[in-house]
């Protein structure tokens, strides 16, 4: 997955196979449409089938400075980030910093781990940049971390809906600790 994003323009879309996929991805400086074939069929048992695994190492996903990104139909598990990872220790799922416009929808997204917030996912960033993050029909579950163990948002503009988060654990918002969202 990570070759097929290197070598995509802006715009483009990374359709991904079923299949389990232990790998590390970044996304930074572009805006890509990432998803299983959910994306042409509308199969949610795609969903499912199409895994991307931290192998309990490190974060499965981060995007940073890429508007516009739309991550769809997947399962995200199995991510682990803390301090002596050297990438900071927020979101073991999926970290989104400074993106405008990010949308996630259609995941599942559970057993990740941050020593900090959002096991699950973490919306992080500048408060002033554009920042508008939407996460849609995603079921997160099982996740664990100190602020938020499912979801942690504390940036503006943040919108969910049709999401089902449930059995996370975390000391402040097990399930999510979410500031200024809509």
């Known amino acids: 997955i990570q070759a097929g994003i290197g070598i995509m323009d802006d715009g483009d879309t990374v359709l991904v196979s079923p299949g389990t996929y232990v790998e590390k991805l970044i996304l930074e400086n572009k805006s890509?449409?990432?998803g299983s074939l959910y994306?042409?069929?509308g199969d949610t048992s795609y969903v499912s089938s199409t895994i991307v695994d931290g192998n309990d190492e490190w974060r499965v996903l981060r995007i940073k400075y890429s508007d516009h990104t739309v991550i769809s139909g997947l399962t995200i598990r199995k991510g682990r980030i803390v301090s002596s990872s050297g990438e900071g220790d927020d979101g073991g799922g999926i970290y989104i910093s400074d993106c405008d416009s990010a949308r996630l929808e259609h995941l599942i997204i559970e057993d990740n781990y941050a020593?900090?917030?959002?096991?699950?996912v973490v919306h992080a960033g500048d408060p002033y940049y554009g920042n508008y993050f939407a996460m849609e029909h995603c079921r997160v579950k099982n996740n664990s971390a100190g602020y938020g163990g499912g979801i942690y948002s504390a940036v503006r503009k943040s919108y969910f809906n049709e999401c089902i988060v449930e059995g996370n654990t975390g000391t402040r918002g097990g399930g999510a600790n979410i500031q200024n969202a809509t």
């Not at 020593?115 to 699950?120: F, H, L, T, V």
């Open 115 to 120: 020593e900090g917030s959002g096991g699950g």
């Open 39 to 41: 994306l042409t069929t």
């Open 32 to 34: 890509l449409v990432i």
